[in-house]
């Protein structure tokens, strides 16, 4: 099974700043099959990207995503309010398996 | 644009099972291949796939999980089923019901990988006696 893990834990930046958020899996995985989500408290995840780096429908442009084999990486060009959340990488493998991230909290400094 | 929507008790005592249903609403047609899909999160922590059931109604589970878990779907496809069995408080969590595209196509390309794209708004799900 490939894990997937999340670096930074936290991230703590200000508004109008650029965020990276890193996801690395433990073997190389088809870009095709790497995901992020965003989750605000209470809410349920909202799908930001796929593929690696296709934005979802109604997804700003300041979310873009990038990598290969085992790196990837969620870059927020400039932070508004609305973005500090937890955010997910998933992967899908083959026979129908999924596996998350665990996450990494975008917090306001 | 597609709807979820969870329900089923919000406890459930130890050794018990758990049983909840995903309501479906909306236009539920894509491209590809459809999954539904049961995740959870337990209290604080992050996400975990559970298992999923496709249009033409295959169950793949979560190998942590096999077992214990069944997921079903009626023959309308607007419902889908979650049964977890011998639960115990390790099983307190939100659990959300999603749609999985596979295969997925826009104007520009086609897709082999999945994601989930469309969600419930959770239910929680507390294991006590």
């Known amino acids: 099974e490939i894990v997937l893990t999340q670096s930074p834990g936290t991230l703590s930046l200000s508004p109008g700043e650029r965020a990276t958020l890193s996801c690395r899996a433990s073997q190389s995985i088809s870009s095709s099959y790497l995901v992020w989500y965003q989750q605000k408290p209470g809410q349920a995840p909202r799908l930001l990207i796929y593929a690696a780096s296709s934005r979802a429908a109604g997804i700003p442009d300041r979310f873009s995503g990038s990598g290969s084999g085992t790196d990837f990486t969620l870059t927020i060009s400039r932070l508004e309010p609305e973005d500090f959340a937890v955010y997910y990488c998933?992967?899908?493998?083959?026979?129908?398996?999924?596996?998350f991230g665990q996450g990494t909290k975008l917090e306001i400094k | 644009q597609v709807q979820l929507l969870e329900s089923g008790p919000g406890l459930v005592k130890p050794s018990e099972t758990l049983s909840l249903t995903c309501t479906v609403s909306?236009?539920?047609?894509?491209?590809?291949?459809?999954?539904w899909t049961w995740i959870r999160q337990s209290p604080g922590k992050g996400l975990e796939w559970m298992g999923s059931i496709s249009d033409d109604g295959y169950a793949y589970y979560s190998p942590s999980l096999k077992g214990r878990i069944a997921i079903s779907m009626d023959t309308s496809k607007r419902h889908f089923s979650l049964s977890l069995r011998s639960v115990s408080a390790a099983d307190t969590a939100v659990y959300y019901c999603?749609?999985?595209?596979?295969?997925?196509?826009?104007?520009?390309?086609?897709?082999?990988?999945?994601?989930?794209?469309?969600w419930g708004q959770g239910a929680l799900v507390t294991v006590s006696s």
């Open positions: 999603a749609r999985g595209l596979q295969g997925f196509c826009n104007t520009i390309s086609c897709y082999t990988g999945s994601w989930f794209d469309s």
């Open positions: 998933q992967q899908y493998g083959s026979s129908v398996l999924y596996t």
């Open positions: 909306g236009d539920a047609v894509s491209s590809g291949e459809t999954y």
